[in-house]
């Protein structure tokens, strides 16, 4: 059933629609959609790797945009729900300790999140909620998701046919793998924050 998946995921990267659903999907997942953006960019990078740049570039700028979507998410949504139910519960000021420590830190928060597994929509809207400057938000985003993304294209650019043999070989490892790094990064996520 996998290696089946596997497969109709490398067809279908070479559809010409692929590359509308890989921004569709960087951008959604970076403000409220669980599925990271590297499950289409991995095997449309395999299926076609002279098109390797032009998909990291679309990815994170895709990711970036997105980003700023779920910060807005945070910035708007927060002050017409979230505050008022820390107001009621007496939790406001606490927040506001927490809001200052995260703005501390702010940069390299969103850049780990950015680069890793970690669920990087949840950070774009703490982002926001926490008004973390948004200049400071943008970079670190930008050379987050460059980075990983960039990465991720140049290995499979350049070691392209033997990480394919790898992943097909080991598919099942490389699946659950992906799914204990996915649920793994909602766990930290839902303690960290």
Excluded: H
């Amino acid at each position: 059933m996998i290696s089946a998946l596997y497969y109709r995921t490398l067809q279908l990267a070479e559809k010409p629609y692929a590359t509308w659903a890989l921004g569709v999907v960087s951008f959604l997942e970076s403000s409220i959609f669980p599925i990271p953006p590297d499950v289409l960019l991995i095997p449309m990078v395999l299926a076609n790797r002279v098109k390797a740049w032009f998909l990291a570039s679309l990815a994170t700028i895709t990711s970036v945009l997105g980003g700023i979507a779920g910060y807005m998410i945070g910035l708007y949504l927060f002050d017409l729900i979230g505050q008022p139910l820390l107001q009621f519960y007496g939790y406001a000021d606490k927040f506001e300790q927490f809001a200052q420590r995260y703005n501390d830190f702010g940069a390299w928060i969103v850049f780990i999140a950015g680069v890793t597994p970690f669920p990087y929509k949840v950070i774009t809207i703490a982002s926001g909620a926490t008004q973390l400057n948004f200049m400071v938000f943008l970079l670190a985003s930008i050379a987050a998701r460059g980075l990983r993304f960039f990465i991720v294209s140049g290995l499979l650019y350049w070691f392209g046919p033997p990480v394919r043999e790898f992943i097909e070989k080991r598919l099942g490892l490389m699946f659950a793998l992906f799914c204990i790094l996915l649920v793994g990064g909602f766990i930290v996520a839902k303690y960290v924050i």
